[in-house]
């Protein structure tokens, strides 16, 4: 009849942890999708007011230009010419009648 008890007792212990551990768990999930999404967020509207600082200063220079320019600043990266779109490490510049419009993922 003791070793029942002690089972139980035993199990019962093991739940409360598991559910204790699985509950943090969620927790620091939940957190970590939060700060995640803040930091991208904030990455996004950096992203897009460099784009209008980029656009209002060579606002004059042709796509040719700018894909000049983007070369020369890092010869390595991954440069996609789409017609009016030049994606430039997931960074997209728009031009239109070949002059640069705006900037932004």
């Given at each position: ?30 957190l ?11 990455q ?20 040719k ?7 020369q600043?890092k ?31």
């Open positions: 009849m003791k070793t029942w008890k002690f089972a139980f007792i035993v199990s019962i212990l093991f739940l409360i942890g598991s559910n204790t551990y699985w509950f943090f768990v969620v927790v620091d999930q939940a970590t999708e939060k700060y995640q999404s803040m930091n991208l967020h904030h996004d509207q950096l992203i897009a007011d460099m784009g209008n600082l980029i656009v209002k200063g060579i606002e004059g220079k042709s796509k230009d700018v894909l000049f320019l983007l070369r600043a010869p390595e990266a991954f440069l996609v010419d789409e017609g009016d779109v030049v994606t430039f490490e997931n960074i997209a510049f728009k031009f239109e009648q070949d002059k640069l419009v705006a900037v932004g993922k």
